[in-house]
């Protein structure tokens, strides 16, 4: 529910873009997690939707954040030389 709301936070105000990363790096160690858990004998996990859904979000996610922090305008006009 937090992480849910943090996101949508950051998709209303793509200032905060630093506060989705910590969501998906939780998205991963989860993925991660549900990964490890299936290979180690629990294999009927592969078949939920958990680990696919939080790898997608944690992959996925940098995408806007990244772009809008690379794309930031500058707060300084350029000197025109006078």
Known sequence: ???GA???CVAMKPDLAL???PVMVGNAMGG???LL???MGHARLFKLPGLYLMWL???HGPIR???KIAHR???FRPSQGN
């Open 1 to 3: 529910l937090v992480s």
């Open 6 to 8: 943090t996101l949508v």
């Open 19 to 21: 506060l989705s990363y």
């Open 32 to 34: 991660a997690l549900f």
């Open 37 to 39: 858990l299936g290979v």
């Open 57 to 59: 979000t944690a992959l």
């Open 65 to 67: 954040p990244a772009a």
């Open 73 to 75: 305008p500058s707060r």
